[in-house]
């Protein structure tokens, strides 16, 4: 019993110690005016310890991992939400046509979103019918169903599109600023910033979404500010929602299907 009250005296005397350390005791003569604008603990907190990957392609320790090249299990079917029907093979995942979209099981609101896409190497097809697909940043239930961020065919020269629908683009809406797509068969990697908009409770737009994207490291999107969901034909405009999921595109045209893999994201 007495062993017991010594250890938690000394326990206490330690931890008050530790947070006497952290604290800014505002009784305390500031040594130089360098020392005003110095901030610690409480007055702000300390950014959470995150364990980088070994690479910059790799999860860091707080990533919920999405594809792993394993299963599809964090993927549903957009059309009857059951099972992902996408080829699962040598740890990568291809669009299947005729079972349409996929995507996330959970929801998201704010968020940094990891993704790597191949074209095939035998793509047929130009302009929007050469490896076409799309990530939508947040699948919604409004008639555009959602924000899209281009997947395309970018590399070969002569496959000329409307330059706000190429890869790197938000769908009909801002043209990227740089076209850094790499030829088909090579994997391209997207590493995308999305701020969710926030909605008044009248449905009216609070703050507009935000997207800063950057394709095989080169910056495309600079947080942009998304004008609304992605209409095919007419204005974008937003409608209230929530958290929401992400979606994968499979495109309705006749070119070969593109694949996926490593697939992660942090919260925000
Ligand atoms: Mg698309």
Excluded at 155 to 173: A, D, H, L, P, R
Excluded at 189 to 212: C, E, H, L, Q, S
């Amino acid at each position: 019993m007495k062993i017991t009250l010594i250890c938690s005296v000394a326990a206490l005397l330690l931890s008050a110690k530790a947070s006497a350390q952290m604290m800014v005791d505002p009784t305390k003569p500031l040594t130089n005016k360098a020392e005003e604008t110095e901030i610690f603990p409480p007055q702000a907190a300390e950014p959470k310890v995150v364990t980088p990957g070994k690479s910059f392609d790799t999860a860091p320790s707080d990533a919920i991992i999405l594809f792993d090249g394993k299963s599809l299990d964090e993927w549903v079917s957009t059309r009857d939400k059951g099972p992902a029907k996408w080829k699962l093979e040598n740890g990568v995942m291809t669009v299947n046509k005729p079972s349409g979209d996929i995507q996330t099981k959970r929801n998201f609101t704010n968020y940094q979103l990891h993704i790597e896409f191949q074209i095939p190497a035998n793509i047929t097809g130009s302009g929007q019918s050469r490896g076409n697909s799309g990530i939508f940043l947040a699948a919604t239930n409004g008639k555009a169903g959602g924000y899209e961020i281009q997947v395309l065919d970018g590399y070969n020269n002569e496959n000329k599109t409307y330059v706000n629908g190429m890869v790197g683009s938000i769908y009909k809406e801002n043209i990227p600023l740089a076209n850094p797509a790499r030829k088909a068969g090579e994997w391209n990697v997207y590493d995308i910033v999305w701020t969710a908009p926030t909605f008044n409770a009248d449905g009216t737009v609070k703050t507009k979404a935000r997207v800063t994207a950057f394709l095989n490291g080169v910056l495309v999107q600079n947080n942009f500010e998304v004008e609304g969901e992605t209409n095919y034909i007419g204005k974008h405009e937003y409608v209230k929602h929530g958290p929401a999921p992400i979606r994968l595109q499979a495109h309705g045209d006749r070119s070969e299907p593109i694949s996926y893999r490593n697939i992660w994201l942090r919260e925000l």
